[in-house]
């Protein structure tokens, strides 16, 4: 993990001394707190590789909640491997935190944290057996945002929660009728309008980032404000969560930080607020969509004659709409290889859209406004609190992310917009035509040749040695390598003070990418770690690169004579003796220039070498 946290020897001392010999199959009701909080903390790779859990369970211990004001009670499990000697592996544990010492109290057996009955039973047993006068449930582990949900368990083939998933265990657990104070996720993308919507039956108040997390996650130091105010609501103590988190990390910090507060009493009007405008920009996909298409729709009953009204003067085009969405401000972003979340800012999408629908955008802003009662974070532009799912650059998922979203039952307008979309993406070869100038960035690209000889002088087959965020080629440029391998540097992420690059590779046999990070401090780049490809489950935090590790770097490969035929090549494995080291050359004379142009359609095309 690249910030370390602090841990006293008393607390190490305290978890250390904490047995199973401490023991009973039910904890027995105590007389009410003001507060309980519950912890659902699935382990899985962040505990079995670097103790993130262990480390968070310390700091939970050491933060100096006086337990007459609070109860914490703490659900271990889906790690294949518990980095310390008190949390045994295979069943999932209840622990009761009291005056800094932890203490087993049930026992779940082996169980799937990745099923929605395992977090009911645990939000029932919580709430029995602690009563008080407000509950908090903290989801501890990665998270996905909306399409693929939280956490995953390592015991049980990494099965997640999805949105439905969660959405049954509230329900099974009662939560309606006694609803949570607040829902906090200590995990990446969460702050979803999809999970507020569905969280607000059984939550007042929702905490996460719509971003990624550091590996650290939150500052639980945060328990220790409950000694001045238990009585505190879930508004408040979500503040001083938000305070703690961007506190812990520090404003030069290289992290992707953001973490917002959710009134979920005021999440409704935002997605009703969010349908009506994507159901105005419905309209304008419709001048553009096939007829046979639309007469599908039609025949199905899913394109209502709400939508279908005059439209409005000057509205957009599909790549119109398209173009906006590439500029619209994106989450959870990785190399071309594992591109997929398509979490966007529902504020910045918003703005971009204003000046086509202003009524409707405005109206959901102000709305977010509302809802969104706190948020602080480190992006180079202004961030709304909220997020949610738009597809692009997982559109070879779209089949898939799609019939998951249908299925939550979201608002119909924007769940339709999101088809007629993704239709949009499949059918943009007719707008291709129509504007024939669709480039939105272009990079120049070094490309190595691999099919030339001394008799073969013309080669065919060139592999990407190189990638910059240029357009003007010059004979002096420096091109990266890492530990003597060139490498490209794909753009993924941008804060007030740092620009963040994936290389797609493989470490020790799994996927993933290395994430490098641009600031003043570094200005020729550091590596940070990496982060692996989960699927659409987006890691927490980096790993670190060890000594010992086997490194591949994946590069593009193109038959310039078949233009569609790109495949990515895997390098030699290297061994790490000490560490990476990021430096920068000239370009090998027998290199070439090209550029890589991507589209309004997330399409990307590349000249030819030259």
């Known amino acids: 993990m690249p910030h370390i946290k602090k841990i006293t020897i ?67 499990g889906g790690a294949n491997r518990w980095q310390n000697a008190v949390i045994p592996v295979g069943d999932c544990i209840v622990w009761e935190v009291s005056d800094g010492w932890l203490t087993q109290v049930a026992n779940f057996g082996s169980v799937n944290m990745g099923n929605p009955h395992t977090l009911a039973d645990f939000i029932r047993y919580g709430m029995d057996n602690y009563p008080s006068k407000k509950y908090g449930l903290i989801m501890w582990d990665h998270g996905g945002g909306t399409i693929a949900g939280f956490g995953h368990d390592e015991l049980f083939n990494d099965d997640a929660l999805t949105l439905r998933d969660m959405k049954l265990a509230f329900e099974e657990a009662g939560l309606r009728e006694n609803k949570l104070e607040f829902l906090g996720f200590d995990a990446c993308l969460m702050a979803t309008i999809e999970m507020a919507y569905l969280a607000a039956d059984y939550a007042h108040v929702m905490i996460a980032s719509e971003d990624t997390e550091p590996g650290d996650g939150w500052d639980y130091v945060f328990l220790s404000a409950l000694n001045d105010d238990p009585n505190m609501d879930g508004i408040a103590l979500g503040k001083i969560i938000v305070d703690t988190f961007m506190d812990f990390y520090g404003p030069d910090s290289d992290e992707v930080l953001s973490l917002s507060v959710m009134d979920l009493a005021r999440v409704q009007p935002v997605m009703t607020a969010l349908g009506r405008l994507m159901a105005q920009a419905s309209n304008s996909i419709a001048t553009s969509l096939p007829q046979a298409y639309l007469d599908s729709q039609m025949h199905h009953g899913t394109h209502s004659s709400h939508n279908l009204h005059l439209y ?77 799912f738009y597809i692009y650059g997982g559109k070879s ?62 080669p065919t087959r060139y592999r990407m040695a190189g990638l910059l965020q240029t357009e003007i080629p010059a004979d002096d440029l420096l091109w990266p390598q890492i530990n003597g391998q060139p490498v490209s540097l794909f753009p993924i992420a941008t804060t007030s003070r740092n620009r963040l690059y994936a290389v797609p590779v493989q470490v020790n046999g799994r996927d993933g990418d290395i994430i490098i990070v641009f600031n003043r401090v ?57 560490r990476l080291r990021l430096t920068w050359h000239t370009a090998p004379k027998d290199n070439r220039l090209g550029y890589r142009h991507t589209d309004a359609y997330r399409d990307v095309s590349y000249t030819p070498p030259f």
């Open 522 to 578: 570094t200005p020729q780049g550091h590596i940070k770690g990496i982060r692996y490809n989960d699927g659409q489950v987006i890691q927490k935090g980096h790993d670190p690169i060890e000594p010992g590790d086997k490194i591949a770097i994946y590069a593009l490969e193109w038959d310039i004579t078949k233009d569609s035929h790109k495949t990515w090549h895997k390098g030699e494995a290297f061994t790490v003796n000490d």
């Open 397 to 458: 998922e779209g089949v898939h992310s799609l019939r998951i979203y249908s299925d939550l039952d979201m608002n119909p307008e924007y769940t339709q917009y999101l088809h007629h979309f993704f239709n949009g993406l499949l059918n943009r070869r007719q707008a291709k035509d129509t504007h024939p100038h669709l480039s939105v960035r272009s990079e120049l690209v070094l490309w190595q040749p691999v099919n030339h000889s001394v008799t073969d002088t013309t």
């Open 312 to 388: 409005p003067p000057h509205i957009p085009d599909f790549h119109e709409l398209a173009f906006r969405r590439g500029l619209t401000k994106t989450f959870g972003e990785g190399s071309p290889r594992d591109n997929y979340c398509d979490m966007v800012d529902i504020g910045d999408m918003a703005v971009l859209l204003k000046e086509f629908f202003p009524r409707e955008a405005e109206a959901l802003i102000r709305a977010l406004n509302r809802c969104v009662v706190y948020n602080r974070h480190n992006s180079d532009i202004d961030l709304y609190g909220l997020s949610a």
């Open 10 to 76: 008393l607390a190490l001392a305290l978890i250390l001394l904490a047995t199973t010999s401490i023991f009973s199959t039910a904890a027995k009701p105590s007389a009410p707190k003001p507060y309980t909080i519950m912890i659902y903390m699935n382990g899985s790779d962040l505990e079995s590789d670097f103790g993130a859990a262990t480390t968070d369970l310390v700091e939970i211990l050491d933060s100096g909640l006086d337990s007459r004001n609070a109860n914490v009670v703490i659900l271990t």
